[in-house]
C-alpha cells in the first residue's frame, strides 16, 4: 500500500463576533471571504490563495467571554524584512492585545493575540536547527544582521546544533517509512 501525502491547507475556527474577526483577517492579512452562510449560526470561508477556496473557516459559536481554545494560528514568511513589518504592524495594530518575539534558532517568529485572544504566529526560517522547545526574545531595535548574527552564535553553541538541510533529510527519512 502506498503512503497518503497529505496537505495541511486550512484551519477553521470558532467565534465569537464574525463580523470584528473578519474585518481583523481581512484587513490584517488579506485574506478575501469567498463565501459565507448569514443565518443564525454564520460561517465565513476566506483565503489568500487563488489555489484553495479557502484557507481560514470562521464559524460562529464560541461563547462569549469564554476563553480561546486555539493552540495557536501559523502563518510562513518569506523573508525576515516581512517579519519586521509584521511585528511593526502588530505593535501598532489596536485590536492586537499581545505581542511577543522569539528566536527558536531554527526560526524567528513573531506572536500575538488577535481580537478574541486567539495566538497567531508569524515565522521565518533559519538556516539552523536545535531541539524544541527553545526561544529568547528577539530585540527588533537590533539590525537584521545582528539579529542573524545572534541566532547564529546562540545555534552554534547549543548541544543540539545541527543544519537545517541535515534536519529536513532526516524528516524525509523518517515520512519515507
Not at 62 to 85: E, H, K, N, Y
Not at 86 to 106: C, F, I, M, Q
Not at 133 to 150: H, K, M, N, Q
Amino acid at each position: 500500500m502506498s503512503r497518503v501525502n497529505y496537505s495541511l491547507n486550512h484551519v477553521g475556527i470558532h467565534v465569537i463576533d464574525i463580523d470584528v474577526m473578519t474585518d481583523f483577517y481581512t484587513s490584517f492579512f488579506g485574506f478575501v471571504v469567498t463565501d459565507e452562510r448569514m443565518d443564525e449560526k454564520p460561517i465565513r470561508f476566506m483565503t489568500m490563495s487563488p489555489d484553495e477556496h479557502h484557507q481560514l473557516l470562521l464559524a460562529w459559536g464560541r461563547a462569549p467571554d469564554s476563553p480561546s481554545t486555539v493552540a495557536q494560528i501559523s502563518f510562513l514568511l518569506d523573508d525576515f524584512a516581512q517579519l519586521r513589518q509584521v511585528y511593526e504592524k502588530a505593535t501598532s495594530d489596536p485590536r492586537v492585545s499581545k505581542v511577543w518575539t522569539l528566536d527558536h534558532g531554527n526560526s524567528w517568529t513573531v506572536y500575538f493575540k488577535d481580537p478574541e485572544d486567539n495566538t497567531i504566529e508569524t515565522y521565518v526560517h533559519t538556516p539552523w536547527h536545535v531541539s524544541q522547545p527553545y526561544g529568547t526574545p528577539i530585540d527588533f531595535t537590533l539590525s537584521d544582521a545582528e539579529i542573524y548574527a545572534s541566532t547564529e552564535r546562540a545555534s552554534l553553541a547549543n548541544p543540539t546544533y545541527r543544519t537545517a538541510e541535515a534536519f529536513r533529510a532526516e524528516l524525509v527519512e523518517k515520512l519515507a517509512r
